[in-house]
Every structure is written in C-alpha cells, then in structure tokens.
C-alpha cells in the first residue's frame, strides 16, 4: 500500500444504465432533467454530468450557483438549473456562466430582468410553486399577484413551471394526488396572465417511475440515477445498478485474547481469543459513527462486524471468522464482495437515516475513482 487505500469507485457504466432505465420510462416526449447536486450524491457532480450527457440528457439540476460553476468549470455543456435559488450578489454569475435561475419572488426577478436589460439580453427562468412541501416557492395564492408584476420584465423568458412532490415514494397517492391537481390549476392561471412555458415539471425519481401522470414535459430523477431506490418497494418496480463502492484494506492485524478492550468509552470487550482488524476508514471520511456495534464491513466475501467505537479515521472490525486474513486486504463498507453486498439502504437503515445522507456524507478526503 503505497498510499492510503480509502477510495470510492464510481461505476460510470452503471450511471449510463440507470438514465436509460428512466428514460424508457418517460412518457412520450418528456425530458429528463438529471439532478447532480450535492456533489451528485457524493458521487461526482462533473464526472455523473458527463455521463449522463453521453446519453443524451440535455438538463442538470444543481442547487446552487456555486454547484453550477463547478459544472462549467468541467466543460459541462447543456442546461443548468439552479434548483435552490439565487442571491443578488450572485445574478452576474447567472448570467456569466449561463445558468437557470429558479425564482420565487418577484424581487429577484426584477434583478435578474435589470441584468439582462443592461446586457441586452433575455435571461431564461423556472418559477417554483410551493404546492405543499412548504419550502421555497410561490404559494397558489401569490401566483396572480407574481405574474401580474411578471408582465412588465421583458428580459425575462419564462422557460418552466415547477413544482415538488412530498411523498411521492409513499404507496397511498392521495397527498400526491392532491399536490399535482394544485399545480396544475396553478399553472392554467400562470396561462391565463399570457405566459406559456416551455414546458412545466413535478417528478422526482419516484413519481417517474410510479406515477406516470406527473410526467407532464420533464422529469428530474435524483437517487435512482446513483442505483438506489426512494423507497424498498421501488425495487419491485426498476432494476438499477449501485454506481458507488466505498473501499479500503486492513491496515493493521492484532491477534488477542479475551477482556481485550477496543476504542473509545471501551464499547467492546472480546469474549474470547479474537483478531482484530483496523481500517484506515472513519466517520471523518463517511462512514456513520451510529454503525458502532451493528455495522459491518465485508471481508473475503465474509461480514466482519465492525466493533468498537467508530473513530474519524480509522475503524476496526472482527475477522476472527474470516479464514486466511492479512494485511492488505480488501474491505468494503459499501457494494459487493463476491456474493455479499451491503448497499446504502442497509446502513441507512441501521442508522436511522435515508441513502441520500449515507451518499452525502462521503467526505471530499476520499478520493473518487472512476471506471
């Protein structure tokens, strides 16, 4: 091991069959807006961008303009949303970097219509109606009023209406139901006031593949691109492939008896002669501190339990049932190992948290291979 051998694999292959999975199904004509904020999940926003454009995607979703410039700055060409809004410090970027700006006030639009008359230019926009998630956005009832002041900002192009689901993952339809019927009545005022968008979006990953009368003219997946699922029951419904694999290999063997104590606060004490293998891998690189005592890594094939507190950057694990173990060897936190897999649900799942975090919480110390 010449350098420290903590790594994520990012199986570009698998990013590519994932879009193509989604895109079968699409409805009809409708787009698909492949969302890589966050770092694309952890996974790489540049390289997923890049991929995903291999197949013919046309549309990133970021959250910031930050995300945005990273893009650029890695020759991503195409669309570029910035899902999350912007500030007014922020709007020559938008249009420097040519990004889409989604706005909520009437504000900010006067701004970004004051650039873009300065310029000489029409500047694209997605306007975001809050149908229930209660985060940002527009209210039903301040649409007339929005578009009302809209009328008067020639600079602007209105290119999309959007708006989100909240529990599209969930098998009873009726909030999502609900949600949609908003929107849509929202957006027949948004036309009444003589704007026709582009085309108007709603589905997020789940309601792509499970409710097909959301498709409207995009559809913007997020998880399943990264092959893992909104939900266990999505399982049933799309085969994906798990893009990433979270790696490293033993650092260090200890051949002990039993009353042997292991990390912090002596959380584990071995009951019988036992080796202990330590992992050059931590909660300082991704791996939840909450796995203490009921993770494991996989070892061999085999899963080695991990023991003892999980410290930031090394971890330790129980190979006492793992034939032939040496230093060097491979373990993987999550992915697959011969016919044993541990995937980002399953330690989400015993962390009391959802994959999107496990994903997230890779730290940018860990390199990211692609293949």
């Known amino acids: ?17 994932n879009y193509a999975e989604l895109k079968k199904r699409a409805s009809g004509t409708t787009r698909i807006m492949a969302i890589v904020k966050a770092n694309a999940y952890g996974h790489g926003d ?23 410039a990273r893009l650029r700055a890695g020759k991503v060409d195409g669309n570029i949303i910035v899902l999350g809004g912007v500030y007014a410090g922020q709007i020559k970027d938008v249009f420097d970097l040519d990004l889409t700006p989604v706005v909520f006030d009437l504000g900010t639009a006067k701004r970004i219509n004051e650039r873009g008359r300065a ?8 306007v975001k109606i809050d149908t229930g998630m209660g985060r940002i956005g527009l209210l039903p009832e301040e649409v007339a009023p929005f578009f009302e002041g809209f009328k008067a900002l020639s600079n602007l192009k209105l290119e999309s209406v959007l708006s989100h689901f909240v529990e599209a993952e969930s098998k009873d339809k009726e909030y999502t139901r609900g949600q949609l019927a908003r929107f849509l009545k929202v957006v027949e005022v948004i036309k009444s006031y003589g704007f026709t968008p582009d085309f108007i979006d709603m589905a997020n990953s789940a309601a792509a593949v499970d409710y097909k009368d959301s498709h409207l003219g995009l559809i913007r997946p997020g998880i399943m691109l990264y092959g893992s699922y909104p939900a266990e029951s999505f399982r049933e419904k799309i085969t994906l492939r798990p893009a990433l694999t979270l790696k490293t290999r033993i650092l260090h063997l200890k051949k002990v008896g039993p009353g042997f104590n292991v990390s912090y606060g002596r959380r ?3 009951r019988k002669e036992s080796i202990i293998a330590t992992l050059p891998i931590g ?3 991704g791996v939840p501190r909450k796995l203490t005592g009921i993770g494991e890594a996989l070892i061999h094939g085999r899963r ?7 410290c930031m950057d090394l971890t330790m694990c129980d190979c006492t049932e793992v034939p032939g173990v040496a230093v060097g060897d491979e373990a993987v936190i999550i ?7 541990i995937t980002a649900e399953e330690i989400a799942v015993k962390t009391g948290t959802i994959s999107y975090e496990v994903f997230c919480n890779i730290s940018s110390r860990v390199p990211r291979v692609y293949v």
């Open 268 to 270: 584990f004490t071995t």
């Open 283 to 285: 909660y300082g690189d």
């Open 1 to 17: 091991m010449e350098t420290r051998p903590t790594v994520a694999v990012v199986d570009t292959g698998a990013l590519k069959a």
């Open 119 to 126: 310029l000489g230019v029409t500047k694209k926009i997605h």
């Open 46 to 68: 540049v390289e997923a961008a890049r991929a995903f454009a291999l197949e013919g995607c046309a549309y990133f979703g970021v959250a910031t303009v930050e995300e945005g």
């Open 335 to 341: 992915g697959r190992q011969g016919t044993e897999e």
């Open 304 to 310: 080695a339990p991990l023991i003892g507190t999980v």
